[in-house]
């Protein structure tokens, strides 16, 4: 379970570093966590403190209109 963790996080970071298009980056750590986990979907959100909201940046299994960029 530890080296199958330590994979996971390995292979986000790869991902961080490989690609420059941020929403692109998370769209597929989205990805590469729901096939990992085995889970039914992910979602990445960043808090945006002058509209004191979350902002979904990333989702995988989720239906989404769109993302904002």
């Known amino acids: 379970m530890r080296e199958e963790?330590?994979?996971l996080?390995?292979?986000?970071c790869r991902e961080i570093s490989d690609n420059a298009?941020?929403?692109k980056t998370l769209q597929n750590i989205c990805h590469l966590i729901v096939d990992r986990i085995?889970?039914?979907m992910c979602v990445i959100a960043l808090y945006d403190a002058d509209e004191n909201?979350?902002?979904v940046r990333g989702a995988y299994g989720l239906y989404l209109t769109e993302l904002e960029t």
Do not use: F
């Not at 996080?9 to 986000?12: A, E, I, S």
């Open 5 to 7: 963790s330590y994979n």
């Open 9 to 12: 996080v390995l292979d986000v």
């Open 21 to 23: 298009d941020a929403t």
């Open 38 to 40: 085995n889970a039914k």
């Open 53 to 55: 909201r979350l902002i």
